[in-house]
Every structure is written in structure tokens, then in C-alpha cells.
């Protein structure tokens, strides 16, 4: 954060600038300030509040004009409580707070982060994943979160990673979000009637990535012309809704 003169350390073979001298002018963003350590927090609230520091190793004191957003997932207040944050560093930094809910109280956002992560790893990994299954939605839609964001996106990275074609199906998320106890489902019903469900759900996906056309679904799926027109029929599916979008 607060950069070294040259030979301050061992290692320290040249003068280097720190984080806070980079955005003089601007905006430096915190992160995870309930984890400082209390050296770090003193400094901290000297630059905030006097707006100058000096270089590890250095004597020269910097005068810098920055703007601080600092970020935690922390009770600050309880930390106070505990004697692992400063009052002081705390009641400057929170002059403008902003509360963001747990990603599973956002249950709106969980998708337009998704489709935002597919779009970021397809082009990253030069996949063509367009979009997520309906079982993989549920899965979800139905999981708690507790990594919050950050988990969300290891998820999606993952998927598109394991995806083989341009679909994320349930079976490439990972284990914790495929049981009953990670999703907050249960399961009913007979064990035919479960894999009825999910054949359901394959053949679904399999005619909306075809747009309806059943030859092509069951080339998709590896089976037989005929033996999709039965399963269609088994499941009471119309291949016609399919046919004006994907």
C-alpha cells in the first residue's frame, strides 16, 4: 500500500511506488479492511485522516489526494468490540456506508451474474457457451451462496470449463450444488419417477438447443429418430414451442 525506498528490506533492490502514491488524483479501493493487521490499520488512518505518508525505509513524507472505498464481510462494530479493529480508523472510513445483502437474499441477481460469468469465461477459455439449462437454473436458483459473488463466478468458470457444447447442464456444477441438503430440496417421489424427471429435462434442453427439431435433438443425444418421437410422447412434450426461439 505505502511502497519502499531502495534497500529497505532484503530484496528491495529499487524505489517502488505503493498503491496509495499510484492513485494520487483518484480512487483506491479497499478490500477486506476487517482483516488488517493493527500496524496496517494505524497507517491507514494516518493517510486518511492527514493525507500523507512515508515510504517503508523512506523519510520524506508524500502528500497524496485520494479517494478511499473500503470494503469488508466483517462486523466492523463487533471487531471494535473484540479489540481487533480501531474505533477511530473505523468511524473515518465510514462516512458514506452502503450495505450489499448476501447474494442469497439477491435471488434476482443470481442470473444476470450468471449469463455476465458465461459471456466473461466463453470468451476467455474461446468456448461458445450461450446459455444455462433449466435444471442448472434450479440448481441455481436454489443454492444459498455462502461464498457469496466470488463463488458464484468459480462456479460459472467451472461449468463453462466442463461445458462440450454451447449448454451448461446441472451435471457441470459442482457436487455441493447437485444434493438435497446443498439446495435446500428434498426429494419425493419413486426412484423411476425421478430419472422420468430427468429425462424430461434432458430431452427438453436437447430440443430447445434444436429449436424443435426432433432429428436434431436426437442426433444431439446420440439416440434414434423414432425413439425421441416416443419419449416426446411419454412426456407429453410439443417440440412446436421450441421453434421460434432457442
Do not use: C
Not at 19 to 40: C, H, K, M, Q, Y
Not at 85 to 91: I, V
Request: aromatic residues 6%; charged residues 25%.
Amino acid at each position: 500500500l505505502f511502497g519502499h525506498e531502495r534497500g529497505a528490506f532484503t530484496g528491495a533492490l529499487a524505489m517502488r511506488k505503493g498503491r496509495f502514491e499510484l492513485a494520487n488524483g483518484g480512487t483506491i479501493f479497499l478490500d477486506e479492511v476487517g482483516d488488517f493487521s493493527p500496524a496496517t490499520q494505524i497507517k491507514l488512518l494516518r493517510v486518511i485522516q492527514e493525507r500523507e505518508f512515508e515510504r517503508v525505509g523512506g523519510t520524506t513524507t508524500i502528500k497524496i489526494d485520494v479517494r478511499v472505498i473500503a470494503a469488508t464481510n466483517r462486523n466492523l462494530e463487533q471487531l471494535i468490540e473484540q479489540g481487533k479493529f480501531r474505533a477511530d480508523l473505523y468511524y473515518r472510513l465510514n462516512v458514506f456506508p452502503i450495505h450489499l445483502p448476501p447474494l442469497r437474499e439477491r435471488k434476482s441477481d443470481i442470473l444476470l451474474l450468471a449469463d455476465h460469468f458465461v459471456e466473461k469465461y466463453s470468451r476467455a477459455m474461446h468456448k461458445n457457451v450461450r446459455r444455462i439449462s433449466t435444471p442448472a437454473i434450479d440448481m441455481l436458483m436454489s443454492y444459498h451462496w455462502p461464498g457469496n459473488v466470488r463463488e458464484l463466478e468459480n462456479v460459472i468458470e467451472r461449468a463453462v470449463l466442463l461445458s462440450t457444447d454451447d449448454v451448461i447442464h446441472g451435471h457441470h456444477l459442482p457436487p455441493t450444488l447437485q444434493t438435497a441438503e446443498a439446495t435446500g430440496t428434498t426429494h419425493v417421489g419413486t426412484l423411476q419417477a425421478t430419472l422420468d424427471n430427468v429425462e424430461r429435462e434432458i430431452i427438453l434442453d436437447a430440443l430447445k438447443s434444436a429449436r424443435g427439431n426432433k432429428a436434431k435433438a436426437a442426433r444431439a443425444l446420440g439416440i434414434s429418430e423414432r425413439l425421441m418421437g416416443l419419449r416426446v410422447l411419454k412426456h407429453g412434450i410439443d417440440p412446436r414451442r421450441f421453434r421460434t426461439g432457442a
